[in-house]
C-alpha cells in the first residue's frame, strides 16, 4: 500500500470508529441474556455506563491503531492488530447495546479518538517496552473499571452486564500478553496521571 492507500485506510477506520459502525467478528454475548424490564431512570443509567464503555473502546482503537503502526518488532505489530479486533467486536456490541436502550454514541469521540491517537503514537515512539507497559496498565485500570460497572449496573439488566463481562475478560487477556511480551511497569507518576485522564473521560461520556 502507498502512502495515500494507508491514509484513506485509516480515516475510513477513523471514522466508523467514531460513529460507532464497527462491526464484529464474534457473536455478541448479549443476544444469548435474557430481555430485563428497566424503568426510565434504570435505562439512562444503564445507557450511560454504557456509552463510557464504548468511548473506552474508541479509546482503545486509537491507541492499537497508532502503537500498532509506530511499534518495531514484527511480533508486536501482531499484537496489536489481534487485541486490535478483540476490541472492535467490543466497539460494535456496545454501540448495538445503545441502540437497544434508545440512546447515542459519544457525541465526543472526534476528541476521544484523536487525543488516544497521539498517546499511542508517543508511547509507541517511546519503545516497544515502554508501548507494552502502557497497554499493560491500561488494560488493569480498565479491568477495574469494567468491575465496577457489573456493580453499577442494574441487577436485570442482563444484556449489558454480558457484554462488560466478557469485555473484562478480553481486557485481562490483553494485558497479560503485553506482560509476556515484555511490557515494562509504568512510573507511578504516569499511572496516576493516566487515572485522572480516565476520570475526565469517563464522568463527561456518561452525560454527551
Not at 472492535?88 to 487525543?115: F, I, M, Q
Given at each position: 500500500m502507498?502512502?495515500i492507500?494507508?491514509?484513506?485506510a485509516?480515516?475510513?477506520?477513523?471514522?466508523?470508529?467514531?460513529?460507532?459502525?464497527?462491526?464484529?467478528?464474534?457473536?455478541?454475548?448479549a443476544?444469548?441474556?435474557?430481555?430485563?424490564?428497566?424503568?426510565?431512570?434504570?435505562q439512562?443509567?444503564?445507557a450511560?455506563?454504557?456509552?463510557?464503555?464504548?468511548?473506552?473502546?474508541?479509546?482503545?482503537?486509537?491507541l492499537?491503531?497508532a502503537q500498532?503502526r509506530?511499534?518495531q518488532?514484527?511480533?508486536?505489530?501482531?499484537?496489536?492488530?489481534?487485541?486490535?479486533?478483540?476490541e472492535?467486536?467490543?466497539?460494535?456490541?456496545?454501540?448495538?447495546?445503545?441502540?437497544?436502550?434508545?440512546s447515542?454514541?459519544?457525541l465526543?469521540?472526534?476528541?476521544?479518538?484523536?487525543?488516544?491517537?497521539?498517546?499511542?503514537?508517543?508511547?509507541?515512539?517511546l519503545?516497544?517496552?515502554?508501548?507494552?507497559?502502557?497497554?499493560?496498565?491500561?488494560?488493569?485500570?480498565?479491568e477495574?473499571?469494567?468491575?465496577s460497572?457489573?456493580?453499577?449496573?442494574p441487577?436485570?439488566?442482563?444484556?449489558?452486564?454480558?457484554?462488560?463481562e466478557?469485555?473484562?475478560d478480553?481486557?485481562?487477556?490483553?494485558?497479560?500478553?503485553?506482560?509476556?511480551?515484555?511490557?515494562?511497569?509504568?512510573?507511578l507518576p504516569?499511572?496516576?496521571?493516566?487515572?485522572a485522564?480516565?476520570k475526565?473521560?469517563?464522568?463527561?461520556?456518561?452525560?454527551?
Amino acid at each position: 500500500m502507498t502512502f495515500i492507500d494507508k491514509a484513506i485506510a485509516d480515516f475510513d477506520n477513523a471514522l466508523r470508529v467514531i460513529t460507532g459502525q464497527a462491526s464484529a467478528s464474534r457473536p455478541n454475548p448479549a443476544l444469548q441474556a435474557p430481555d430485563g424490564i428497566l424503568d426510565a431512570a434504570e435505562q439512562r443509567h444503564s445507557a450511560g455506563l454504557m456509552r463510557v464503555n464504548h468511548v473506552g473502546e474508541v479509546c482503545a482503537q486509537a491507541l492499537y491503531d497508532a502503537q500498532g503502526r509506530f511499534a518495531q518488532g514484527e511480533p508486536i505489530k501482531l499484537q496489536f492488530a489481534e487485541a486490535g479486533r478483540e476490541e472492535e467486536d467490543h466497539l460494535a456490541w456496545t454501540a448495538e447495546r445503545l441502540r437497544e436502550l434508545g440512546s447515542h454514541v459519544s457525541l465526543l469521540n472526534p476528541l476521544w479518538y484523536a487525543g488516544s491517537y497521539a498517546l499511542g503514537t508517543i508511547a509507541a515512539r517511546l519503545g516497544d517496552a515502554r508501548s507494552l507497559g502502557f497497554v499493560s496498565e491500561t488494560e488493569r485500570q480498565v479491568e477495574k473499571h469494567l468491575s465496577s460497572h457489573l456493580e453499577k449496573l442494574p441487577l436485570q439488566d442482563a444484556k449489558s452486564r454480558a457484554i462488560v463481562e466478557q469485555m473484562r475478560d478480553d481486557e485481562i487477556a490483553h494485558g497479560e500478553a503485553a506482560r509476556i511480551l515484555g511490557g515494562t511497569e509504568m512510573p507511578l507518576p504516569v499511572k496516576k496521571a493516566m487515572q485522572a485522564m480516565s476520570k475526565v473521560m469517563t464522568t463527561v461520556a456518561y452525560h454527551i
